[in-house]
Each structure stands twice: as structure tokens, then as C-alpha cells.
T-cell receptor, first 118, second 111 residues
Framework: GAGVSQSPSNKVTEKGKDVELRCDPI?????LYWYRQSLGQGLEFLIY????????KSGLPSDRFSAERTGGSVSTLTIQRTQQEDSAVYLC????????????????FGQGTRLTVV | GQSLEQPSEVTAVEGAIVQINCTYQ??????LSWYQQHDGGAPTFLSY????GLEETGRFSSFLSRSDSYGYLLLQELQMKDSASYFC????????????FGQGTELSVKP
């Protein structure tokens, strides 16, 4: 596709339910990132994929959070037993590469999934 | 650990020049980037400094000094549409290219 696509754009769920957020990166981009952004706050790093492997999962807030990437393309972020503090916008970004000192590492963001846990 | 510090908010008037600073504590990184985010929108890439010095892109310029652990974004001829949040970001060497962001600076441009 032309850009990074995330679905759903909005999700309202009941506390305790599981949710799955999807990210379709730009075709050919090997690096994929997930961030969480609460209202008026910065971008909290969650996890980073280089191809299908995740060199860094250190940002996942708890074991209720997991992510996978298949075929070096689509990624899903799963939140189990959602809590109200999970409410935020979840942003996905992709870049041509994750390493190297040049602008090929520019990250392109999707519009995000706004998650509301009630 | 790694951290990037930015002022939380800056206010300026149309036509003015504003500088948004970013100081960092990180062991090694590929370069310093800047992103812009309008309310309700996705962050978009503005500029990148791989080396020390000034990079200019139209009304926006960005600067990096690795020896001072410091960078800044300079916005000239401010316009109302420049009102947004601005984030500095670095990609970490020894963590496979992990991209981390500062907390962002909210710029308000007044008429």
C-alpha cells in the first residue's frame, strides 16, 4: 500500500477482554515499530521488529502484551485481559531499514488505533 | 539507559523564529531525527542529522553536536500551521536500531 495502515482505527472494549491491533507496513520496509501514546504525552516505545524477529521487546508494559510479525510484513499487537490504563492510541511505524546512519531509517507512521477500555 | 529531554511547551508569534532544544543521554546512536505531530494526526518526519552540524530544509533547520549531547530544531518565519508537537528521536546502535523519542514539545504559534 501507499502508507502504513492500521486497523481498527477505533476500538472500544470492556475491561478484561482481549484485543488485537493490526499493522500493515509499507511494502519492502523491514523495520516495524509499535508505540503507545496517551493523551498529550510522548511516544512510549513498545516493541521493534527487524524482519520477523524482535531485537527489543523491552518496552512491553506487562506479560499481557505480545506482538508478532509474519512474512516480514503484517504485525499484530495483542493485549490480553485489557485494563483501563491500557486506553491510549497505539501507533505503528515502519522504515526501510532499522540500522544505518542515513535517511533510509526514516519512520513512516500509521494513523493509529485509539483503544478505549471501559 | 537512554533518554531525550525537550521543553514541554513553547509559544511564539507568527513570523518569528523559534528553537526547540533536545538534550540526550544515550551511549551510541546513528543520528538525531525530528518529527512533527498535529493534534489527532500521525507523526511525520521533518529532518535528520547523521553528522554534527546544521541541516537546512526550507523554513526548518536542525543541528546536532555529539560532543555536547545536544541538538535543536529551528523553525523560521513561523506560520499558524506550525502549531504542533515536535519530537526528537534517536536510533540506538547496540539495540538493533531501536528508535526512541523524546516526550515532545508543544509549539503554539499566536497571531
Amino acid at each position: 500500500g501507499a502508507g502504513v495502515s492500521q486497523s481498527p482505527s477505533n476500538k472500544v472494549t470492556e475491561k478484561g477482554k482481549d484485543v488485537e491491533l493490526r499493522c500493515d507496513p509499507i511494502s519492502g520496509h523491514t523495520a516495524l515499530y509499535w508505540y503507545r501514546q496517551s493523551l498529550g504525552q510522548g511516544l512510549e516505545f513498545l516493541i521493534y521488529f527487524q524482519g520477523n524477529s524482535a531485537p527489543d521487546k523491552s518496552g512491553l508494559p506487562s506479560d499481557r502484551f505480545s506482538a508478532e510479525r509474519t512474512g516480514g510484513s503484517v504485525s499484530t499487537l495483542t493485549i490480553q485481559r485489557t485494563q483501563q490504563e491500557d486506553s491510549a492510541v497505539y501507533l505503528c511505524a515502519s522504515s526501510l531499514t532499522g540500522t544505518g546512519g542515513n535517511t533510509l531509517t526514516e519512520a513512516f507512521f500509521g494513523q493509529g488505533t485509539r483503544l478505549t477500555v471501559v | 539507559g537512554q533518554s531525550l529531554e525537550q521543553p514541554s511547551e513553547v509559544t511564539a508569534v507568527e513570523g518569528a523564529i523559534v528553537q526547540i532544544n533536545c538534550t540526550y543521554q544515550t551511549s551510541g546512536f546513528y543520528g538525531l531525527s525530528w518529527y512533527q505531530q498535529h493534534d489527532g494526526g500521525a507523526p511525520t518526519f521533518l529532518s535528520y542529522n547523521a553528522l554534527d552540524g546544521l541541516e537546512e530544509t526550507g523554513r526548518f533547520s536542525s543541528f546536532l553536536s555529539r560532543s555536547d549531547s545536544y541538538g535543536y530544531l529551528l523553525l523560521q518565519e513561523l506560520q499558524m500551521k506550525d502549531s504542533a508537537s515536535y519530537f526528537c528521536a534517536v536510533r540506538i546502535y547496540n539495540q538493533g536500531g531501536k528508535l526512541i523519542f523524546g516526550q515532545g514539545t508543544e509549539l503554539s504559534v499566536k497571531p
